[in-house]
């Protein structure tokens, strides 16, 4: 019988040339992954919070005085449209077993902040009931409603809400 041997190629010795492309890829990744920190870090942090700032069961055929809310102290509502087609101010979402009931609120409260490079700003802090509409009314003639109402409040003045609108 013949015996087919076989003899496995010789390898070139490749370590310290692997050692030195590991070391600069491992030094470009760390000088990139620097780079994308710093980045991350000069950006403008921003904590977006919900808060339920009121909730109550209205009877039927009632109307009920929603009193005033705010956002807490260093935060405003945010610049977004969550109670689309409600008569209520941007970052004010209602919510719940509210389908029968038609809620408007009117009047903001507002202060006056000025950001790092000296603009000036006037964002909303909240909604008042001391001033203009701020009623809830249940149209359902049979059952009572739940209405709850969240805030989505912002740090970041850039996404805090400037204007009713």
Known sequence: MNQITYQRPRRRRLRPLAAAVLATVGAAGLISGAGVATASASS?????????????????????????????????????????????????????????????????????????????YRPVTGTTSSRGISTAT????????????NLHCTTNLYEASQAPR
């Open 138 to 149: 249940n149209w359902d003639p049979f059952a009572s409603h739940e209405l709850v109402i």
């Open 44 to 120: 403008t942090w921003s904590e977006t919070t919900t808060i339920e700032a009121f909730r109550e069961a209205i009877k039927p055929w009632d109307s009920i005085t929603i009193p005033s809310m705010s956002c807490p102290p260093g935060s405003w509502l945010k610049d977004v449209d969550v109670s689309p087609g409600r008569g209520v101010p941007r970052g004010v979402e209602i919510t719940g077993d509210s389908g029968a009931i038609g809620t408007t609120i009117t009047a903001i409260e507002r202060e006056y902040v000025t950001d790092g490079r000296g603009i000036q």
